[in-house]
């Protein structure tokens, strides 16, 4: 029993947090139909973020952590940059701009924006030879196009099961969740800020893993990167946003919004993902990836009175497709990888001889020393022993 517990227990936890992730779109959109600034809340949510995974890093990694340097904090900058306040604001305007069902499926074409940055950049190689390097290729294409489907075709709308619950007030419900669909040039401008948005998460992928081969301590690392997302989000947010009641938290769901945000998504369930990569790898974490989809499309269907168009769901299952695709071909490059060794791998034997019939081993030294040099004036021609 205990056996099938540890087997269960990642893939329990993986679903929790997907389902972690997909509720915290919905209460974006919440937040925003309260009049909430989106700039503020992206702040709030990484003070909040802050506050818990700090202690929690110094608590786990203080006698290991190595000394910081200034290499490590610039790269903790551009981590908190392009992995947290600049893809945070873009996915929060997408949100507005669109659905929570659109901007959760286009998150799933990050791991085929990475595979392209990596090939612009020199870290991959395009090997069409290969069934892994065809299978990211087709599942790049397949994503893309799904994205684009999902932007520029809506087709019949698809009637789905409605508990007939208005969580929006009357003076905003209607314009905060079909304006996405009412003014093609909006929703066009909030694909293109989803889009970047997942691109500037795929770079910071990227620079994540450079810095994790100088900085291996995952804490302290997310500690860093939500001490410079805060930084940068209340900087800019004080820049444009001048009403300061904006700021105000009250017992509503503004303050749920921001605390779910910063402490569950951003601090406990970085950590779950942590262990579940270190138990099963980051291919394990990457599979659960579309069950947020289901959930978001779920819940904005039946609580959120959002539309579901057949382009949606049809781009969706095109951009899952592709995504399963771009994995299996990494999969499979990564099993090839552990196979195959190195060329500079090197066995290096040595041989240590042994001269028996002495007892101890500083006898031992002395007498293959004395028989090296016996060994060496042979050579010479001097005496024999």
Same mark, same amino acid.
């Given at each position: 029993?205990?056996?099938?517990?540890?087997?269960?227990?990642?893939?329990?936890?993986?679903?929790?947090?997907?389902?972690?992730?997909?509720?915290?779109?919905?209460?974006?959109?919440?937040?925003?139909?309260?009049?909430?600034?989106?700039?503020?809340?992206?702040?709030?949510?990484?003070?909040?973020?802050?506050?818990?995974?700090?202690?929690?890093?110094?608590?786990?990694?203080?006698?290991?952590?190595?000394?910081?340097?200034?290499?490590?904090?610039?790269? /903790?900058? $551009?981590?908190?940059?392009?992995?947290?306040? %600049?893809?945070?604001?873009?996915? +929060? &305007?997408? @949100?507005? !701009?669109?659905?929570?069902?659109?901007?959760?499926?286009? /998150?799933? $074409?990050?791991?085929?924006?990475?595979?392209? %940055?990596?090939?612009?950049?020199? +870290? &991959?190689? @395009?090997? !069409?030879?290969?069934?892994?390097?065809?299978?990211?290729?087709?599942?790049?294409?397949?994503?893309?196009?799904?994205?684009?489907?999902?932007?520029?075709?809506?087709?019949?709308?698809?009637?789905?099961?409605?508990?007939?619950?208005?969580?929006?007030?009357?003076?905003?419900?209607?314009?905060?969740?079909?304006?996405?669909?009412?003014?093609?040039?909006?929703?066009?401008?909030?694909?293109?800020?989803?889009?970047?948005?997942?691109?500037?998460?795929?770079?910071?992928?990227?620079?994540?893993?450079?810095?994790?081969?100088?900085?291996?301590?995952?804490?302290?690392?997310?500690?860093?990167?939500?001490?410079?997302?805060?930084?940068?989000?209340?900087?800019?947010?004080?820049?444009?946003?001048?009403?300061?009641?904006?700021?105000?938290?009250?017992?509503?769901?503004?303050?749920?919004?921001?605390?779910?945000?910063?402490?569950?998504?951003?601090?406990?369930?970085?950590?779950?993902?942590?262990?579940?990569?270190?138990?099963?790898?980051?291919?394990?974490?990457?599979?659960?990836?579309?069950?947020?989809?289901?959930?978001?499309?779920?819940?904005?269907?039946?609580?959120?009175?959002?539309?579901?168009?057949?382009?949606?769901?049809?781009?969706?299952?095109?951009?899952?497709?592709?995504?399963?695709?771009?994995?299996?071909?990494?999969?499979?490059?990564?099993?090839?990888?552990?196979?195959?060794?190195?060329?500079?791998?090197?066995?290096?034997?040595?041989?240590?001889?042994?001269?028996?019939?002495?007892?101890?081993?500083?006898?031992?030294?002395?007498?293959?020393?004395?028989?090296?040099?016996?060994?060496?004036?042979?050579?010479?021609?001097?005496?024999?022993?």
């Amino acid at each position: 029993m205990w056996k099938v517990v540890e087997v269960v227990k990642p893939v329990v936890l993986m679903v929790i947090v997907q389902i972690a992730n997909a509720w915290v779109n919905v209460l974006y959109k919440l937040a925003v139909n309260d009049g909430m600034s989106l700039r503020v809340v992206v702040a709030y949510r990484y003070i909040f973020a802050t506050a818990f995974i700090a202690p929690l890093a110094y608590i786990l990694e203080r006698k290991t952590r190595t000394k910081m340097t200034w290499t490590i904090l610039f790269q /903790s900058f $551009l981590c908190g940059l392009f992995g947290g306040a %600049l893809p945070q604001n873009l996915q +929060m &305007e997408a @949100l507005a !701009l669109t659905s929570v069902t659109f901007a959760t499926a286009i /998150s799933n $074409l990050v791991p085929a924006i990475t595979f392209i %940055l990596s090939l612009s950049f020199g +870290m &991959e190689r @395009l090997n !069409l030879k290969k069934a892994a390097g065809k299978a990211k290729i087709i599942g790049t294409m397949t994503g893309i196009g799904g994205a684009m489907l999902m932007t520029f075709y809506r087709g019949v709308e698809v009637k789905m099961l409605s508990f007939h619950i208005n969580l929006f007030n009357q003076r905003n419900g209607g314009g905060a969740v079909h304006s996405s669909r009412g003014g093609g040039g909006l929703f066009l401008l909030g694909a293109v800020s989803s889009f970047s948005s997942n691109a500037s998460y795929a770079l910071w992928l990227i620079i994540q893993a450079k810095m994790s081969r100088a900085y291996p301590y995952p804490y302290s690392s997310t500690a860093l990167m939500c001490v410079m997302g805060a930084i940068l989000s209340v900087t800019f947010t004080f820049c444009v946003e001048r009403d300061l009641t904006q700021w105000k938290l009250g017992w509503n769901v503004r303050l749920l919004t921001v605390a779910y945000a910063g402490i569950v998504v951003s601090g406990v369930m970085v950590a779950v993902i942590s262990w579940c990569v270190r138990m099963r790898g980051p291919l394990f974490v990457s599979v659960f990836s579309p069950l947020m989809l289901v959930v978001v499309a779920f819940a904005g269907s039946t609580i959120l009175d959002e539309k579901l168009y057949l382009g949606s769901i049809i781009g969706s299952l095109l951009i899952v497709c592709g995504l399963y695709l771009v994995l299996w071909g990494k999969s499979k490059e990564k099993v090839k990888n552990q196979l195959v060794p190195s060329k500079c791998d090197k066995l290096e034997i040595v041989v240590k001889p042994q001269v028996h019939g002495i007892h101890g081993d500083d006898q031992d030294q002395d007498s293959f020393k004395k028989g090296g040099d016996m060994h060496h004036n042979r050579e010479k021609g001097g005496e024999q022993h």
